[in-house]
């Protein structure tokens, strides 16, 4: 454990998930269960959720469900692939004109939800009062690198950097591009590839975006059904009521190994979590330091810990 004296080092606990249904922890069992599918030949998916889904609005918490959840509403500018790369999202391209200054062009043909056009001035603004909540929540990396941002033309911004920093893009994933002066909690309106339909008691409905920039090759409706008792799920699972469960818990996957004699498959969702070395405490500029630090780490006691 670090001194205290190095108390400025970053605990960034920000989760670099997945699309729910792409990716999840979730149970799918080898049963008989048919899809859902009506006499028009639409596709519905019901997911059993463990945790409530606790805001609509974006950028607000740090939450694994309700962030999982919402992505399938809003988007960021890049996204984090299986080995970590950094894509194109809502951005096309960019261009690192020096060290401390990014040009980032837009995807010319996203809407939002309500079909208006996503355009520079409206991500720099969101991505400015993106930056103010994520200060207001204790993760000041935004605050301390990003000098300020500037529309330059209609799908293009610049990006200007108090200092050097190669995660730049990598934490512009964390930062969901949302629509400027609508009130997101009641009317929760992004890029995203389902648009929220309604909230009604447990039960959270979406539907497909027709107008969504890039293929969408999933159901037409998804509804996520929160469980407040976890074995609820299970048999409401195993009787075909739900057809994924997401982020189970470790004992009820302990319970099912137990019950179902192996027709449960488990799959683990990407889950990135950094400890941050900052630049600006001094120790920490020395190379030595920071290799000492590195090695002092027992990666392989954190992965069972963490994962159980």
């Given at each position: 454990?670090?001194?205290?004296?190095?108390?400025?080092?970053?605990?960034?606990?920000?989760?670099?998930?997945?699309?729910?249904?792409?990716?999840?922890?979730?149970?799918?069992?080898?049963?008989?269960?048919a899809?859902?599918?009506?006499?028009?030949?639409?596709?519905?998916?019901?997911?059993?959720?463990?945790?409530?889904?606790?805001?609509?609005?974006?950028?607000?918490?740090?939450?694994?469900?309700?962030?999982?959840?919402?992505?399938?509403?809003?988007?960021?500018?890049?996204?984090?692939?299986?080995?970590?790369?950094?894509?194109?999202?809502?951005?096309?391209?960019?261009?690192?004109?020096?060290?401390?200054?990014?040009?980032?062009?837009?995807?010319?043909?996203?809407?939002?939800?309500?079909?208006?056009?996503?355009?520079?001035?409206?991500?720099?603004?969101?991505?400015?009062?993106?930056?103010?909540?994520?200060?207001?929540?204790?993760?000041?990396?935004?605050?301390?690198?990003?000098?300020?941002?500037?529309?330059?033309?209609?799908?293009?911004f610049?990006?200007?950097?108090?200092?050097?920093?190669?995660?730049?893009?990598?934490?512009?994933?964390?930062?969901?591009?949302?629509?400027?002066?609508?009130?997101?909690?009641?009317?929760?309106?992004?890029?995203?590839?389902y648009?929220?339909v309604?909230?009604?008691?447990?039960?959270?409905?979406l539907?497909?975006?027709?107008?969504?920039?890039?293929?969408?090759?999933?159901?037409?409706t998804?509804?996520?059904?929160?469980?407040?008792?976890?074995?609820?799920?299970?048999k409401?699972?195993?009787?075909?009521?739900?057809?994924?469960?997401?982020n189970?818990?470790?004992?009820?996957f302990?319970?099912?190994?137990?019950?179902n004699?192996?027709?449960?498959?488990?799959?683990?969702?990407y889950?990135?979590?950094?400890l941050?070395?900052?630049?600006?405490?001094?120790?920490?500029?020395?190379?030595?330091?920071?290799?000492?630090?590195?090695l002092?780490?027992?990666?392989?006691?954190?992965?069972?810990?963490?994962?159980?």
């Amino acid at each position: 454990m670090l001194d205290n004296k190095y108390s400025v080092l970053y605990l960034l606990s920000l989760a670099s998930v997945i699309v729910l249904l792409l990716g999840c922890s979730h149970i799918q069992e080898n049963s008989s269960c048919a899809p859902n599918i009506d006499e028009n030949g639409k596709t519905t998916v019901t997911v059993g959720i463990f945790q409530p889904v606790i805001t609509l609005v974006p950028n607000t918490v740090f939450h694994l469900t309700t962030s999982n959840f919402l992505q399938n509403i809003f988007e960021p500018l890049v996204e984090v692939g299986r080995n970590l790369e950094t894509k194109p999202l809502l951005a096309k391209s960019w261009e690192f004109i020096d060290d401390t200054t990014i040009d980032i062009y837009l995807k010319e043909n996203v809407q939002f939800h309500n079909n208006q056009k996503l355009e520079a001035s409206e991500v720099v603004a969101s991505l400015k009062e993106s930056i103010e909540k994520f200060t207001q929540n204790g993760v000041i990396y935004f605050s301390e690198v990003v000098d300020k941002i500037e529309p330059v033309d209609k799908y293009k911004f610049r990006l200007y950097l108090t200092r050097p920093s190669p995660q730049i893009l990598y934490f512009l994933s964390f930062l969901s591009i949302t629509p400027i002066g609508i009130e997101l909690s009641s009317n929760p309106i992004g890029t995203g590839p389902y648009f929220f339909v309604k909230q009604q008691d447990n039960v959270i409905e979406l539907k497909k975006f027709p107008n969504y920039h890039s293929k969408n090759e999933g159901p037409d409706t998804i509804k996520f059904i929160y469980f407040q008792n976890r074995f609820d799920a299970i048999k409401a699972h195993d009787l075909c009521k739900v057809d994924l469960l997401v982020n189970v818990p470790a004992d009820v996957f302990h319970n099912l190994k137990i019950t179902n004699k192996g027709n449960t498959q488990k799959s683990i969702s990407y889950i990135v979590t950094f400890l941050s070395l900052s630049p600006l405490v001094e120790q920490f500029r020395n190379i030595k330091v920071r290799e000492a630090i590195d090695l002092a780490l027992d990666r392989e006691k954190l992965v069972k810990e963490l994962l159980k």
